[in-house]
């Protein structure tokens, strides 16, 4: 009795090693990624030049910024660096039942859209901006780290702000100064217009969550849904109805199955 005891002991904990190593938890954040380097023009050091760091691209939020000194050397201190992020979406991701919000935020974190879906791990690559102050309204954008595991503590990276003009060209008092284009609206408030609401909809990902009136009607095909998806009550091969999806977050972590054309569909779970 006891050999079968202890052999079903040890049966368990290897399932339960299986189960928690599947999925690794992400590593811990570097503290005070320094990136340091000199800001160049021609070949010639520029002094007083700012210097901005992101996440991704130099659209998204700003994480710390400096001044590079006389010389144009600058030092940069990124007080936390998650290294890689976890991003998922049930399979298959393209093109349903994965909604146009989430395929816009995986894009904007410039993350490949493999046909058969999306579970893993992605790098968070470090892009800087710069201008001289002397020219404010000419700015580049350049990758310095394309992130990773591998990510060294301490980096270097030279901005180099070539074929730039040094000072900003002044216009012409006899020329039209034209007219600035219309600031185009982000995912988020084109989002929020539509009465959604800007968090995470899966594990890792922001995207827009938006609701729907008709949720919980009764339905045989996702055509009959304001959302376009009739999700499954239950994981039943033998179920002919379902209900209309009720948010954005429903449909991506729904893993119950869907109905479609009075027949039940199964769908991974994210």
Known sequence: MRLKFYGFLL????LTTQTVSAIPKLPVPLKNLEIAGQVLQDGKPVANAMV??????CDNALQTSTTSNANGYYRLIIPSYPRV???SC??????????????????KLKLAIPPNGING???VPIFLSTHSLTNPTTTLCQQALKGGLETPLKNRFNLKLDGVPATASIPSTQAPIPPKPPVKPSEQQKCQAQGGQWEFISRGVK?????????GRTCTDGKQCSSGVCLAKERNPRA???QCAASTFAII???LGEIKRGHWHSRACP
């Open 253 to 255: 972590n729904g893993c």
């Open 90 to 107: 049930p399979e298959p991701c393209s093109p349903q039942p994965m909604p146009p919000e989430a395929v816009l935020e995986l894009k």
């Open 207 to 215: 995207g827009c969550n938006l609701s729907y009136k008709d949720a």
């Open 85 to 87: 992020i976890y991003a």
């Open 121 to 123: 791990y992605y790098s």
């Open 240 to 242: 002919s109805e379902g």
């Open 52 to 57: 901005n760091a992101y996440f991704y691209n």
């Open 11 to 14: 049966l368990a904990l290897g």
